[in-house]
């Protein structure tokens, strides 16, 4: 009883083609790369004819979809894609590149703004080509996205072409194998039946009872049950693809984004990457005695109270300031972000960071206050009136220090402030005052020198004292990453919690083959057989109903 | 047979496409503009009032320089960087001064005091963040086409470090 199969060799357009003939003893036609034959079961791809051992049932002995006796390129790109060992190939040399990745911190965490010359000095010779071969960007590279890409092409094309042709196997699934595909079964059964009728009625009822549907053909008899758990994996798979289609979304702008900014007390800042802006209105620092052992003054808390504003015009205008909408206040503390339009903005850290913003001097004729000069230490305004005084603000050195002689600024922190006042009196003369109000020294450069200069003293100050620090994050894939590893655990549990099997049963004049499969549990598959053929008349042990040992001698 | 070919090559392009949008997105991401391509543009108000856009200046030869008052080597570069603005105006050389967020009252002091007459701009760490400038002084020489022909971060000089040469730098601007 051996196949039709053999290799036949025929000219086609002038070129050689060499082609394996499919077609089954049962008249079936197969396509090229079938195992097993579509109708009957009979092995039909030549190893497997000849030998004897138990059969490969996966995918039902099937032909991979796109398997093709003359591939074109379009075939080839879809073939190398469709081959498991391709996707075991990139996975692992994914899973090797990503624990590289993990070998030193990737340059989004490094706290340099020259990355190439950051990683050499701190970690010398590797650094340097660890930077070079462009693993201190990873997961950010193009490359690992390509290869990710590669793995979500080689997951759809992997599975699309092994479960349609599965699920047209099952679903034209006859009843009548041919008794090799029956004898070559992990689990069998071989015996004689007085009444094959009779006992096929009873046996019918014994595995209905079981759940499972029952196809009569003649005296053979097919038995199915749970065939859904054979979707499993494909759904798991489709679960897996979503998941990485959520994760390269992050390359969508909006999509995903993680920025730190600071923000000192009274200052309002624009949000990096978005349209929203951010007044811190007070920072604090909540200090507490904790149930702490030692009874030490612990941290608690530290807190912005801040302002959200949407900006409604002329955000991006360098010509205007931006117009801004209150949206909402709230205060940000560690784990309690403001949260607004999928963006939250965490509380990360602060610093004690002391700074004047607004400082009002008094200015004294003869000890007698002619009116206080308003000063923003940030962008001063350049001119002021004091009753009948103008005031011109000339020069402004937030940080004073001396160059060669000459004033200049250290920085633009406003830590020693030094003014220049150009004083124009009621009687139209000038003076010039060079003002250092927190070395309460003062100059008058010109003007009138038989007259009483003015004086200028500290009235108040504004300050702001901390700095916050914070973090906006945007994660909008979230979702749908979510909704991806559902799909991917809903795919696990019916492949996993429940089993495809199948009894297939054919009697010839008095000869019963009784044959079962199952994706997985072969224990429970012969014990529930056992207890079938038990109903039926038939006592067998469970265990002897094990085909494990065909073809090995 | 011919439906299952769409089915594939609709795959594949759809496959093609996320991934040349990725990578694509992925290489397009450069944060600061080096030397040989295009400057970016940008538009900056002057201390004069005016209204300054870098793309105004296609055709001429441009020295961007970022700098503050507060940063010796700016202060000390000034000087030179007037005096080839003065040089070189006539062949159409551009000078524009990009202050890093000073308040305008110390600007304004500043270059009264240093007789500076090119125009400065206020930038409020948007064209710094754009350029990529994290060390002062730091100068861009753009040619005529609107191309970045050399960067030189620090202070410059005449003559005597050739790399830091404003003069050298110059030459080759206007040389073309």
């Not at chain 1, 003002?435 to 003062?442: G, N």
């Not at chain 2, 991934?19 to 040989?36: D, E, R």
Request: net charge negative; with cysteine; proline share 5%.
């Amino acid at each position: 009883m051996k196949p039709s199969a053999g290799l036949v060799v025929f000219k086609q357009g002038g070129a050689l083609a060499l082609l394996t003939n499919t077609k089954c003893e049962c008249g079936h036609q197969n396509p090229v790369g079938t195992v097993l034959c579509e109708a009957c079961g009979l092995p039909v791809q030549q190893e497997v004819a000849e030998s004897d051992g138990l059969l490969e049932m996966r995918y039902e002995g099937a032909a991979r979809r796109s398997q093709k006796s003359n591939p074109k390129l379009l075939d080839r790109i879809w073939n190398f894609f469709s081959s498991v060992k391709v996707a075991v190939y990139l996975i692992i040399i994914t899973l090797l590149l990503s624990i590289l990745g993990t070998l030193l911190p990737q340059v989004n965490v490094v706290p340099s703004y020259d990355p190439a010359s950051y990683y050499a000095e701190e970690y010398g010779k590797l650094g340097e080509l660890y930077y070079s071969l462009g693993l201190a960007d990873t997961f950010g590279s193009w490359w690992y996205k390509g290869l990710v890409l590669m793995i979500a092409a080689s997951l759809i094309i992997c599975s699309l072409d092994r479960i349609i042709p599965l699920y047209k196997a099952l679903k034209k699934q006859q009843p009548v194998k041919h008794e090799t595909f029956l004898k070559r079964q992990k689990v069998l059964y071989i015996g004689e039946v007085a009444d094959a009728e009779s006992w096929l009625k009873e046996a019918e009822e014994a595995i209905r009872e079981r759940r499972y549907q029952v196809t009569r053909e003649g005296t053979s008899l097919l038995g199915e049950k749970n065939r859904f758990s054979r979707w499993g994996p494909y759904i798991n798979h489709v679960g897996l693809i979503i998941l990485l289609a959520a994760l390269l979304t992050r390359g969508l702008p909006g999509w995903y984004m993680e920025q730190g900014f600071s923000v000192n007390e009274g200052q309002t800042v624009s949000i990096p990457g978005t349209n929203y802006y951010l007044k811190n209105l007070k920072f604090t620092e909540v200090k507490e005695v904790g149930p702490h052992v030692s009874g030490q003054e612990l941290q608690f808390a530290f807190e912005t109270d801040a302002i959200l504003y949407r900006c409604v015009a002329d955000c991006n205008n360098p010509f205007a300031e931006p117009q801004l909408e209150e949206v909402l206040q709230h205060k940000i503390r560690p784990n309690e972000p403001l949260k607004y339009d999928g963006y939250s903005i965490y509380q990360i850290d602060y610093a004690f960071s002391p700074q004047a913003t607004i400082m009002t001097l008094n200015v004294l004729r003869d000890g007698q206050p002619i009116g206080e000069l308003v000063l923003n230490l940030t962008d001063p305004a350049p001119a002021y009136q004091l009753g009948d005084v103008s005031v011109e603000l000339t020069g402004y050195y937030p940080e004073l220090t001396s160059v060669d002689g000459v004033p200049a600024t250290k920085s633009r922190l406003p830590n020693n402030p030094a003014f220049i006042l150009d004083m124009t009196l009621a009687d139209g003369t000038t003076e010039q005052y060079f003002v250092v109000p927190f070395q309460q020294y003062q100059t008058r450069i010109s003007g009138a020198e038989d007259s009483e200069p003015l004086t200028f003293e500290i009235g108040g100050m504004e300050a702001s004292f901390y700095s916050s620090y914070l973090m906006v994050k945007v994660e909008r894939a979230l979702p749908y990453v979510l909704a991806g590893a559902l799909i991917f655990l809903f795919g696990v549990v019916i492949g996993l919690y429940w089993q495809h099997r199948r009894i297939w049963v054919r009697i010839d004049g008095s000869r019963l083959i009784v044959a079962a499969h199952t994706n997985k549990n072969w224990y429970g598959l012969r014990d529930e057989l056992a207890k079938i053929l038990d109903k039926t008349g038939i006592e067998i042990d469970a265990k002897s109903l094990d085909n494990s040992g065909v073809g090995k001698s | 047979m011919a439906r299952n070919k769409w089915v594939q090559l609709t795959i594949l392009a759809v496959i093609i496409a996320a991934g040349a949008f990725t990578i694509g997105a992925n290489l397009s991401k450069t944060p600061a503009p080096k030397v040989g391509e295009t400057a970016p543009n940008f538009s900056l108000y002057g201390l004069d009032g005016a209204a300054y856009e870098l793309n105004d200046f296609i055709g001429h030869p441009v020295v961007l320089n970022f700098w503050g008052s507060f940063c010796e080597p700016c202060v000390r570069e000034m000087p030179l960087l007037q005096k080839k603005y003065e040089k070189y105006r006539d062949q159409g050389l551009v000078v524009l001064g990009v202050n890093l967020d000073e308040s305008t009252v110390t600007i304004n002091n500043f270059i009264r005091g240093m007789n500076i007459t090119f125009p400065i701009l206020l930038d409020k760490n948007v064209v710094r963040k754009q350029y990529g400038v994290y060390n002062y002084p730091t100068t861009f020489f753009i040619d005529e086409k609107g191309v970045i022909r050399q960067e030189i971060v620090g202070e410059m000089n005449e003559g005597s470090l050739p790399s830091h040469d404003i003069e050298k730098a110059i030459k080759r601007l206007l040389s073309g």
